[in-house]
């Protein structure tokens, strides 16, 4: 059974229609990368599934069970830090988790969330003196309360110095051995490259495109350099075996579709050229995106 | 709901609400019971605890306008809305256990005010009758008036969104019956059904203890009981239906 089903989710805000028929699921066990650009509807989509705004068609259900404005019970099983954290700052950090804690989370696993979220430190101090990233590290750990089935985080590397980024990807992770899903959105891509398993991206309030980890990578975008004795050559070879080459500096790139770098090889040794160096662009999951928005934006304007 | 009411208790507790404001009825209660127990022409001490549990409730009555301000839009103001209303509780539940938080932060005001008249008599007037048939009925009558008065708050907050203009306006509803009782007493001989206005509802308190009052709200007791019933429930209503639509 699926965690989490967004069905043909549909929001406006007056009459600005701020999401399109938003689709897309969440196995179990797994990270989800929510990702598009600032106001693409990302929040929206996470204030939606955890009732924080109401939408105007379109369905959300949560293991199974759907959730509506009179059917909240699945969202016991959602742990969730949406924008940023917005603890009781005249609490502690521990009185906060106490008091979001509905009783079903013992003293004990209160104190192992606190040192896997690494708050124990400052679990005593009031929650007004603490900086950006402790707070987010305390967010991060009321959403961890209750037992949580699916967990929700928009932003929440957001403030956090890198060995905090690390350690929070490292407990991520756990979680999703653990059998946790998260719905994840984050704007350092780097990071979430590291960790997620799918990648829903949104831009103007559309899904444009759902994908797993390494076909959203290695799908487009990816080019294979050669470089070779005779660079003119290399780039007639290229364009006769059927690429779109170009030359960049004394090299000729293709486009890597998957099945680019044997036919472009055995075009160049049948053209008789001597292959110097060969080499793939790292997948980068930034550049992979801006593409796909660069070309979704054009798609856009010419409607 | 039990866990709803539980951690509203509990954000009390570690507040600073609860300790604050009686420390400032204590005070009150003492600064209050000293002039009067120094007046010397006057000074009676049978009528001294009727006098120090008025001053008290006063105080209650604006700490309650306060509190049922800051509780039912704090959260908002605080954005830990986004915690309360991310979970599994409908929104009607936390609107209720705020409903009853409110309630129970008024039966403790009303027993501080009860301990703290008991040590400032005990203090400054120690023999003497303790009043209790006045202060009983100066209790019921502001609790009639805190049943009009806070759904009229909790409404107010909802609207405005911000937590000083509705504390502002309780307060000011708090004087209003007094400032406008004149011109309304005028108004009302032209125009009977004026005196269903809910500000004309708002001297229960003073009719509760002065039944010539009527001749100036043209109510009885039990009309104005009636009345403020049926306002708390529209009140209360409306402020609930703002809340349920609000948007995180």
């Given at each position: 059974m699926k965690v989490l089903e967004v069905k043909n989710l549909n929001k406006k805000f007056g009459q600005k229609q701020a999401l399109f028929n938003v689709t897309f699921d969440v196995e179990p066990g797994t990270i989800l990368g929510l990702i598009g650009p600032n106001g693409a509807g990302k929040s929206t989509i996470m204030k939606s599934i955890v009732g924080l705004t109401s939408y105007n068609s379109g369905s959300i259900k949560i293991n199974g069970e759907s959730l509506t404005k009179n059917n909240r019970k699945s969202l016991q099983n959602v742990g969730s830090m949406i924008e940023s954290p917005a603890p009781y700052l005249s609490l502690t950090g521990y009185q906060n988790l106490k008091l979001f804690n509905?009783?079903?989370?013992t003293d004990g696993e209160i104190q192992e969330i606190m040192k896997d979220t690494q708050i124990d430190s400052f679990c005593n101090r009031k929650a007004k003196k603490y900086s950006l990233g402790m707070k987010q590290r305390l967010g991060i750990a009321i959403s961890l309360l209750?037992?949580?089935?699916l967990l929700i985080l928009d932003e929440p590397m957001n403030g956090l110095d890198p060995q905090s980024t690390h350690d929070l990807r490292d407990l991520l992770l756990k979680l999703s051995k653990r059998g946790i899903s998260v719905l994840i959105s984050s704007h350092l891509l780097d990071e979430l490259a590291r960790i997620a398993d799918y990648y829903v991206v949104i831009n103007h309030g559309r899904v444009v495109k759902e994908s797993d980890a390494k076909s959203f990578l290695s799908s487009d975008n990816q080019n294979i350099k050669f470089a070779t004795d005779d660079t003119e050559k290399a780039y007639n070879a290229l364009v006769q075996a059927g690429f779109e080459a170009k030359i960049n500096d004394k090299i000729v790139e293709i486009k890597d579709d998957g099945d680019a770098m044997n036919k472009a090889l055995a075009a160049l040794n049948n053209a008789g050229l001597e292959i110097q160096d060969v080499s793939k662009d790292k997948a980068d999951l930034e550049e992979s995106l801006l593409n796909l928005l660069t070309e979704d934006n054009k798609k856009e304007e010419t409607k | 709901m039990l866990t709803l009411l539980r951690q509203e208790i509990y954000k009390q507790i570690h507040g600073k609400f609860y300790i604050g404001w009686p420390i400032v009825m204590l005070l009150m209660s003492l600064i209050g019971g000293y002039f009067i127990s120094s007046n010397k022409h006057g000074f009676s001490h049978n009528g001294f605890a009727e006098n120090i549990f008025s001053i008290n409730i006063e105080f209650a009555l604006i700490a309650m306008v306060v509190f049922s301000s800051t509780i039912m839009i704090g959260d908002f103001a605080n954005n830990t809305v986004k915690y309360l209303f991310s979970r599994q509780f409908s929104r009607l539940q936390i609107f209720i256990s705020k409903l009853v938080t409110t309630f129970f932060m008024y039966i403790y005001l009303i027993v501080m005010s009860y301990i703290f008249t008991f040590i400032t008599k005990i203090i400054f007037a120690s023999s003497g009758d303790f009043g209790m048939k006045y202060i009983l009925q100066d209790m019921f009558g502001i609790s009639w008036f805190l049943l009009l008065l806070l759904p009229m708050v909790m409404l107010v907050s909802n609207i405005v969104k911000n937590n000083g203009v509705a504390i502002a306006l309780g307060i000011l509803f708090f004087f209003a019956s007094s400032i406008i009782n004149p011109f309304s007493m005028l108004v009302m001989k032209k125009f009977e059904i004026l005196k269903f206005n809910p500000i004309n509802f708002l001297n229960i308190n003073v009719q509760f203890t002065d039944h010539t009052m009527k001749a100036m709200t043209h109510l009885s007791l039990t009309s104005m009981e009636i009345g403020i019933v049926i306002y708390a429930l529209i009140f209360t209503a409306i402020a609930y239906v703002i809340y349920n639509h609000r948007n995180v």
């Open positions: 509905d009783g079903s989370t209750n037992h949580p089935k | -």
